[in-house]
């Protein structure tokens, strides 16, 4: 090896030209440096397929549970007995069937 | 970092890191990607640059290259980092730029004799910010530099050769 192959080498090496970083990287790095709060309003993230399935379905069983209208139940309701009036004088009529 | 110390440092050094990413991983896309990946992770913290360990560019470059070894590794999950079997395979040049031939002998190198060749020879780091970048003993970096410039040589030698005749 010749002690000048070094230099053809790299000579050779530098006709492989590649240009600086592109407009559209400052632009990228730009943005998410001066408007980093606009994420909140634009920005998205990435969930995977099945956690984002499972919240699905959580969300779904939750909005189902409150359209529901609960089934009024014998237990919870109330009567009012303001209106209420005993009868003064009843008379009671005793029938007898026949069996 | 502040958003000043960033914008320095972008502005300082966005350009070694493209080139040096594009001709590592052979596309303007994944480098710009990496790039950006890079100053983001910077500005998040997480990856902290201390003087004590280098030169910003060295800490810099070290960052892009654990990501464009990542990508690489992302790509080809098989791919050996670093050969000791030569590349020996001389190019084919026929109806090809030089440029795109270089491109192509240099693509041809394992990873690891590739970045060493790329910081010498085109980003022109010594040997210690190289050793320093890739986090690599500097006997580990001369031996890569050499067998990458043997392969090239190799690789090239229709270049070469044709060169030395004109």
């Given at each position: 090896?010749?002690p000048?192959?070094?230099?053809?080498?790299?000579?050779?090496?530098?006709e492989?030209?590649?240009?600086?970083?592109?407009?559209?990287?400052?632009?990228?790095?730009?943005?998410?440096?001066?408007?980093?709060?606009?994420?909140?309003l634009?920005?998205s993230?990435?969930?995977?397929v099945?956690?984002?399935?499972?919240?699905?379905?959580?969300?779904?069983?939750?909005?189902?549970?409150?359209?529901?209208?609960?089934?009024?139940?014998?237990?919870?309701?109330?009567?009012?007995?303001?209106?209420?009036?005993?009868?003064?004088?009843?008379?009671?009529?005793?029938?007898?069937?026949q069996? | 970092?502040?958003?000043?110390?960033?914008?320095?440092?972008?502005?300082?050094?966005?350009?070694?890191?493209?080139?040096?990413?594009?001709?590592?991983?052979?596309?303007?896309?994944?480098?710009?990607d990496?790039?950006?990946?890079?100053?983001?992770?910077?500005?998040?913290?997480?990856?902290?640059?201390?003087?004590?360990?280098?030169?910003?560019?060295?800490?810099?470059?070290?960052?892009?290259?654990?990501?464009?070894?990542?990508?690489?590794?992302r790509?080809?999950?098989?791919?050996?980092?670093?050969?000791?079997?030569?590349?020996?395979?001389?190019?084919?040049?026929?109806?090809k730029?030089?440029?795109?031939?270089?491109?192509?002998?240099?693509?041809?190198?394992?990873?690891?004799?590739?970045?060493?060749?790329?910081?010498?020879?085109?980003?022109?780091?010594?040997l210690?910010?190289?050793?320093?970048?890739?986090?690599?003993?500097?006997?580990?970096?001369?031996?890569?530099?050499?067998?990458?410039?043997?392969?090239?040589?190799?690789?090239?030698?229709?270049?070469?050769e044709?060169?030395?005749?004109?």
């Amino acid at each position: 090896m010749e002690p000048s192959d070094d230099q053809k080498l790299s000579k050779l090496l530098k006709e492989w030209q590649v240009p600086g970083a592109p407009p559209s990287l400052d632009r990228r790095v730009m943005a998410w440096r001066e408007r980093w709060w606009k994420i909140l309003l634009t920005g998205s993230i990435r969930v995977p397929v099945p956690l984002g399935a499972a919240l699905a379905v959580i969300l779904l069983l939750m909005s189902v549970a409150l359209v529901r209208k609960p089934a009024p139940s014998r237990a919870d309701s109330t009567v009012n007995l303001v209106d209420f009036r005993p009868v003064d004088d009843p008379q009671v009529r005793i029938i007898r069937g026949q069996l | 970092m502040t958003s000043a110390d960033l914008h320095a440092a972008y502005a300082g050094h966005k350009d070694v890191l493209y080139r040096f990413a594009r001709r590592m991983t052979g596309s303007a896309v994944v480098a710009e990607d990496l790039v950006h990946d890079c100053f983001l992770m910077v500005w998040r913290d997480a990856v902290v640059y201390s003087p004590n360990r280098g030169t910003m560019r060295s800490f810099l470059i070290g960052v892009i290259r654990n990501l464009a070894l990542k990508q690489l590794r992302r790509e080809r999950p098989f791919l050996e980092l670093e050969e000791d079997s030569g590349v020996c395979e001389p190019i084919d040049p026929a109806g090809k730029e030089r440029g795109e031939l270089v491109a192509q002998a240099v693509a041809g190198l394992p990873p690891l004799q590739r970045e060493a060749i790329l910081l010498a020879e085109y980003e022109e780091l010594s040997l210690e910010e190289i050793a320093s970048a890739t986090g690599s003993e500097l006997a580990a970096v001369k031996s890569r530099l050499h067998r990458a410039r043997e392969n090239l040589r190799c690789r090239l030698a229709p270049l070469l050769e044709m060169k030395g005749q004109v």
